[in-house]
């Protein structure tokens, strides 16, 4: 799996748009791009994933770099309730077994 | 909703006890993972099961054992207890069928165990 890098916290105002910042310059061609966070005394979530394209779900977008490099996470308002830990990950596309989570970054959203 | 639920939130136990957390999960994954989180060291894989009665250890496996003898239990095991394994443990399970749907993950609430 190829390495990640993460800012370890990061500050957002309530209501707000959180963009998570990730570093992933040793991606290869078959890899995701995965984003799961940890709420306190909680075990991680899945959030959201994509190979290239730009992705959205109810919970997030993900934007891609074109050289797939890195990649950001945006939470478009955020809540109280998004204060967690986000872990970036990145996948082969076949390869099943466990996830490698890293030290992630630790968003605190504040009123 | 998927539901992966745990044995216990919290647990103490005493060195050289044997040690049962058990994972039930109610949507027919064939895999199941268990992790332990410790700060500054992240989530780390002890073992993981594709199917019943299959079992693979993942990066550290010694001082545990794992048992899965029904589709949707995974239970791990301390043979015998020591402080260093006083950790949260997390059990989590994923489809199979298609290889993104290995990566998505669903995790239990945790086990916050300690041994004294």
């Known amino acids: 799996d190829a390495k990640t890098t993460q800012p370890p916290s990061m500050d957002c105002a309530e209501g707000r748009a959180a963009n998570l910042p990730c570093n992933h310059s040793?991606?290869?061609?078959?890899?995701?791009v995965y984003w799961y966070r940890q709420i306190h005394s909680q075990g991680p979530q899945y959030i959201i994933h994509?190979?290239?394209n730009n992705e959205t779900n109810e919970m997030a977008s993900l934007i891609i770099t074109e050289d797939r490099k890195s990649s950001t996470l945006i939470l478009p308002h955020a809540t109280l309730r998004d204060t967690a830990v986000y872990y970036c990950?990145?996948?082969?596309?076949?390869?099943?077994?466990?996830?490698?989570f890293g030290q992630g970054t630790e968003l605190s959203v504040k009123p | 909703d998927v539901k992966v639920t745990q044995s216990s939130r919290y647990l103490v136990k005493r060195t050289g006890e044997k040690v049962f957390l058990e994972c039930v999960q109610d949507?027919?994954?064939?895999?199941m993972f268990w992790y332990r989180q410790d700060p500054g060291l992240g989530l780390r894989l002890i073992y993981f099961?594709?199917?019943?009665?299959?079992?693979e250890k993942g990066d550290i496996p010694e001082g545990y054992s794992v048992s899965r003898e029904k589709k949707e239990r995974f239970s791990l095991i301390l043979e015998s207890a020591s402080t260093n394994q006083t950790s949260m443990y997390l059990c989590?399970?994923?489809?199979?069928?298609?290889?993104?749907?290995?990566?998505?993950?669903?995790f239990g609430p945790g086990t916050r165990l300690t041994v004294l």
């Open positions: 989590a399970s994923s489809p199979s069928g298609t290889a993104i749907s290995y990566n998505e993950q669903f």
């Open positions: 040793t991606i290869s061609g078959n890899e995701y």
């Open positions: 994509g190979l290239k």
């Open positions: 990950i990145v996948r082969v596309y076949n390869q099943g077994g466990k996830l490698i």
């Open positions: 949507m027919d994954h064939e895999n």
């Open positions: 099961s594709y199917d019943v009665k299959m079992k």
